[in-house]
Each structure stands twice: as structure tokens, then as C-alpha cells.
């Protein structure tokens, strides 16, 4: 298995507050990725990063911020939790570009429920 | 826009029988990459198989094989020989030439009955 964790592994916070979520990896993989997952949505990604302090934006990004300032954490940052953002948080890691190794790994999951 | 279909939100199947879970997909590129992705209730998500689009061969993974049709867009995910471990929401995605992200189908919750 890949060599990934995610904490906390379940959240539970009240509206307005924000809220970081870390992922950490083993793996030296250069592109880590945070993904959501709701029911009838598959997952969905919110940001990735490609390097260290370089990350883009996913196709869910509004109201999440990322950082990554070592390669093997990157953070997930929910500014101002809303209700709308209680959801399974997925980070998940790659190393495209090299024969054979552009599968995306996953950690385990964050629940997260915002009341 | 890259698009990813799973028609069946369920399917069941007999321990020790073949299932077959449809995939469709909507892309331009020309090389890109699918997966079959396992969810079980641990919500842990697990490579099953992969398969390079430039590549004819269809890719298997001991009882896990893929019918790749690269004209019709179609990787489909065949289990032979079912067991009560392969319950679980099934995920079909794409990742596309210099696309980095996967982009998800909605899944397939798979039911094994002994």
C-alpha cells in the first residue's frame, strides 16, 4: 500500500469555522490531489499540486484553500466551513511522468460533517 | 470536457459467478489512461486495474480483466469467479494526455450473493 495518511479521519465542526485537513505522504511523489466524494457524484476534485508550492485549482475548489510547503504534506483548508461542505475528503498522490507510475493512490478518507 | 458513464447504479451477481460492469466515456484525446477503482465499506479506495489506451491488449488482473473498445469508448470491468469479498462500490475513471486529474464515474454498487 501506498504511503498515505490523512488526519483528523473524521471532523465534526459547527458553520464558520475553518478547518485544515492534512494529508501526508512517504512516497516522494511530486503531484498530490484532494478529491471529494458525495453521494450520486463519484469523486470530485477540489485542488492538486504538481510540486512544491505550486497547486492549481480542480473543478470544486471555491471556498477550499490549499498549501503545500514540503512534498510529502499538503493541506486542505476550508476557509469558512458550510454546510454544503460535509463530505469524504480524499487526498490521493502520483508521480506522472515516469513508465508505469501515473496511477493516483489514495489515503484512507476524511469524514467531515459541518453542522 | 472529459465525461465518465456508469449506466448500472447496481448490480448483483452469485458467489462464484462472472459480472460484468459497463463503462462509458467521452473524451478528444488520444492517449490517455482508465482505471476500475474499488470502494469497499472501509471507504478505502483500491486500484483494481488499469489500462493504457494505446495499448490493444485488453489488461487483466488475476479474476479482473477489461473489454477495451477504443472506437465505442467502452471499459468495461468483468469479475469471474465472484467472491463475497468483491462487494463493494466499483468506480470507473479517466485520465487523459497531459490531464492530470481523474475524472470519475458516479459508480457501481456491486452485491455478491453467497
Known amino acids: 500500500d501506498a504511503g498515505i495518511t490523512q488526519s483528523p479521519r473524521h471532523k465534526v465542526t459547527e458553520t464558520g469555522t475553518p478547518v485544515t485537513l492534512r494529508c501526508h505522504q512517504t512516497?516522494?511523489?511530486?503531484?498530490m490531489y484532494w478529491y471529494r466524494q458525495d453521494p450520486g457524484h463519484g469523486l470530485r476534485l477540489i485542488h492538486y499540486s504538481y510540486g512544491v508550492k505550486d497547486t492549481d485549482k480542480g473543478e470544486v475548489s471555491d471556498g477550499y484553500s490549499v498549501s503545500r510547503s514540503k512534498t510529502e504534506d499538503f493541506l486542505l483548508t476550508l476557509e469558512s466551513a458550510t454546510s454544503s461542505q460535509t463530505s469524504v475528503y480524499f487526498c490521493?498522490?502520483?508521480?506522472?511522468?515516469?513508465?508505469?507510475?501515473?496511477?493516483?493512490?489514495f489515503g484512507p478518507g476524511t469524514r467531515l460533517t459541518v453542522l | 470536457a472529459q465525461t465518465v458513464t456508469q449506466s448500472q447504479p447496481e448490480m448483483s451477481v452469485q458467489e462464484a459467478e462472472t459480472v460484468t460492469l459497463s463503462c462509458t466515456y467521452d473524451t478528444s484525446e488520444s492517449d490517455y489512461y482508465l482505471f476500475w477503482y474499488k470502494q469497499p465499506p472501509s471507504r478505502q479506495m483500491i486500484l483494481v486495474i488499469r489500462q493504457e489506451a494505446y495499448k490493444q491488449q485488453n489488461a487483466t488482473e488475476n479474476r479482473f480483466s477489461v473489454n477495451f473498445q477504443k472506437a465505442a469508448k467502452s471499459f468495461s470491468l468483468k469479475i469471474s469467479d465472484s467472491q463475497l469479498g468483491d462487494a463493494a462500490m466499483y468506480f470507473c475513471?479517466?485520465?487523459?494526455?497531459?490531464?492530470?486529474?481523474?475524472?470519475f464515474g458516479k459508480g457501481t454498487l456491486l452485491t455478491v450473493n453467497p
Open positions: 490521493a498522490i502520483s508521480d506522472w511522468g515516469h513508465m508505469g507510475t501515473d496511477t493516483q493512490y
Open positions: 512516497e516522494n511523489h511530486r503531484y
Open positions: 475513471a479517466y485520465s487523459g494526455g497531459s490531464n492530470y486529474k481523474l475524472t
